[in-house]
T-cell receptor
């Protein structure tokens, strides 16, 4: 138990569906992250939020839309996805997004399958 | 951020020490060495990090060479639950550097 929870753990959606992934951290951290991990590939950073402001967007397609309503919650809204978007989506948090307090704590991930 | 080089896979006998090497020959003075691991189908787990001194915590020890061009993560008494992919990452804390995950080393602990 890392203090970072993600729901749902598994999601199957069609290409025309709209769904949302949820992440919650119980660590009092100020920064939150979304990563994508496709099969046999390294983790790819998608978005970084610091104090509820988006500070990084790694050229992610607009069909992925993040939302950070407060420092404890992070969402990833999904719409009109493609089959190649099937992956493990991981959320993480850290005390800061820069500086020394940067150890990131990861949730268990959401396994997404796009059909 | 500097790149790291790790062997793709290693085996270790249960109960023995697992020594995982990492080369980071282009590391700069402001870059820390971080280690994470990822057990199959789980999120990565932070293990340890260091700048130039050796570090130890309840999970592992990190040995960094004097020239800082390489490091070794040591799991002193490996168990079957230590089977995972281990990632060595360097990060520049002055520039808010991201954690860039490579392919890591797949450690298999065998009975």
């Amino acid at each position: 138990e890392t203090g970072v929870t993600q729901t749902p753990r598994h999601l199957v959606m069609g290409m025309t569906n709209k769904k949302s992934l949820k992440c919650e951290q119980h660590l009092g951290h100020n920064a939150m992250y979304w990563y994508k991990q496709s099969a046999k590939k390294p983790l790819e950073l998608m978005f970084v939020y610091s104090l509820e402001e988006r500070v990084e967007n790694n050229s992610v397609p607009s069909r992925f839309s993040p939302e950070c309503p407060n420092s404890s919650h992070l969402f990833l809204h999904l719409h009109t996805l493609q089959p190649e978007d099937s992956a493990l989506y991981l959320c993480a948090s850290s005390q800061d997004s820069t500086g020394l307090n940067y150890e990131q704590y990861f949730g268990p991930g959401t396994r997404l399958t796009v059909t | 951020d500097a790149k790291t080089t790790q062997p793709p896979s290693m085996d270790c006998a249960e109960g023995r020490a697992a020594n995982l090497p990492c080369n980071h020959s282009t590391i700069s003075g402001n870059e820390y060495v971080y280690w994470y691991r990822q057990i199959h189908s789980q999120g990565p787990q932070y293990i340890i990090h260091g700048l130039k001194n050796n570090e130890t915590n309840e999970m592992a020890s990190l040995i960094i060479t004097e020239d800082r061009k390489s490091s070794t993560l040591i799991l002193p008494h490996a168990t079957l639950r230590d089977t995972a992919v281990y990632y060595c990452i360097v990060r520049d804390f002055n520039q808010g550097g991201k954690l860039i995950f490579g392919q890591g080393t797949e450690l298999s602990v065998k009975p």
